[in-house]
């Protein structure tokens, strides 16, 4: 077993020991190594699927999506989509039924899997640019809220946007937005700075998603797109089957963040 | 009847004339605002195509998917698909059979419309920027050319890459890859910069689409992903009916070109 530090680990080593049983939260794993969103859907989901994901891009960049059955991506080609996620939830009929650290079992034939761009793809970006990055300081997930912003729908897929959120410092908020406005296939600039409420975030305290994550003295609460959004909207539409990661335990794929970054 | 000059008419009055029969190349026209390729095909085939462009976002960029049978996007509420763009193409079994300035009498209640980004997007910029336009300076088409690359497959789509290619003086082509880089909706940065060869192409002068263009001392053809890439790909699959616009004949949407432009 390796005892280089997370951030450290290549992503071969860091999926092998979620493959033998290692569950924790990716954020600060692998830095620099591109982390994706996973929801595996039956193949007459798929378009829908697709199709929500093209009309609402900043949520939902789709990096790669696979061939019916197939539970391997051009993103990390010695990976198994079926057990190097560190947790996997499981859903019947919209209705989570597990939360499994493998589901090889679960596998079927005709689950189209599609790979989601991640915000901690621009933590390593913004970590360079001197930007802290208080959830992985606290040793916690992050936080991450329903809003009250309507996603655009797409066949049977309706739902909010959910976002992620980072305190940044006051001073630092507009290298926070510079920094990931140039890297738009992992959701790119924030869609909201400051007031929770103007989200319909009653209490960031109370995070739907992820852990609560506590601001320093000047941090102001600054919001991304986050790719749960679609599954939390895929789940409301209730498929009768679906494979997700679980929030905040990450695919990290062999794919460069820089990979997805224009400047 | 409007006397401005095409690129500083509004899309609303070039649509009508288009609506009214004028029947010529869109490069130039309405400065500032977004053109896109339009690529219309029966439901069945509406995966195949999402999934191309998907995995070729290059040449593919979606800007906007109908519901079936519909003929309004919402990059231009006002519009009709069936009759605003100049000139279209209909196909049959990957034939073309007709190119009509109006196909509200070929429209089926089963087809899905793509609107694509398209190059044009990033003209504006480039000359905001000081970078000459030698085909609108000739009164010319773009000039297109298919690749010897290969795009990324996907169900019964595949095909090689088609580019569009513009004459830069040598000294501006930095420049104008730092412009095109920042609008990645439409295009973004060149594929290719100087020989033609390495894209398989033998002479410039014979264009596959479009004009020829002709170069002025000092100048260096660069190569940008084309959208009438997944309309090469998408005949050549042979889809048993599609309607399509014509190469350069693009439909001039109401969003504006700054809408793609991150910088």
């Given amino acids: 077993m390796t005892t280089a530090a997370p ?27 591109t982390q994706v969103n996973l929801i595996a ?3 007459h989901w798929a378009y829908d699927v697709l199709l929500f994901c093209q009309r609402n891009p900043k949520p939902c960049p789709v990096l790669d999506v696979t061939e019916p059955g197939s539970w391997s991506t051009s993103l990390a080609p010695c990976a198994d989509l079926r057990t190097d ?9 919209g209705r989570l039924i597990d939360e499994p650290s493998d589901v090889t079992g679960a596998w079927r034939s005709d689950l189209v899997t599609f790979l989601i761009g991640c915000s901690f793809s621009f933590e390593t970006a913004l970590a360079q640019a001197g930007v802290p990055l208080r959830h992985v300081d606290q040793g916690r997930n992050v936080a991450m809220y329903k809003t009250n912003r309507d ?21 630092l908020v507009d290298t926070a937005i510079r920094v990931s ?56 539409s209730r498929p009768s089957f679906a494979i997700t990661h679980a929030p905040g335990y990450m695919l990290i794929t062999d794919a460069r963040d820089t990979d997805y970054r224009l400047g």
Wanted: net charge negative.
């Fill in 7 to 33: 951030g450290a680990l290549i992503p071969a080593d860091a999926r092998a020991m979620f493959r033998d049983g290692t569950n924790v939260p990716t954020a600060g794993w692998c830095a620099a190594y």
């Fill in 41 to 43: 859907v039956p193949a």
């Fill in 85 to 93: 996620a560190p947790r996997y939830r499981v859903w019947e009929n």
């Fill in 151 to 171: 996603c655009r729908p797409a066949g049977r897929l309706q739902g909010p946007l959910v976002v992620s959120m980072r305190q940044i410092p006051a001073g």
């Fill in 181 to 236: 406005t140039l890297m738009p296939e992992v959701h790119g600039s924030p869609v909201h700075v400051g007031d929770p409420a103007a989200l319909g975030i009653e209490d960031l305290a109370h995070p739907d998603f992820g852990d609560p994550v506590r601001a320093e003295p000047g941090d102001v609460p600054v919001f991304w797109a986050c790719g749960v959004t679609p599954q939390a909207v895929l789940m409301a």
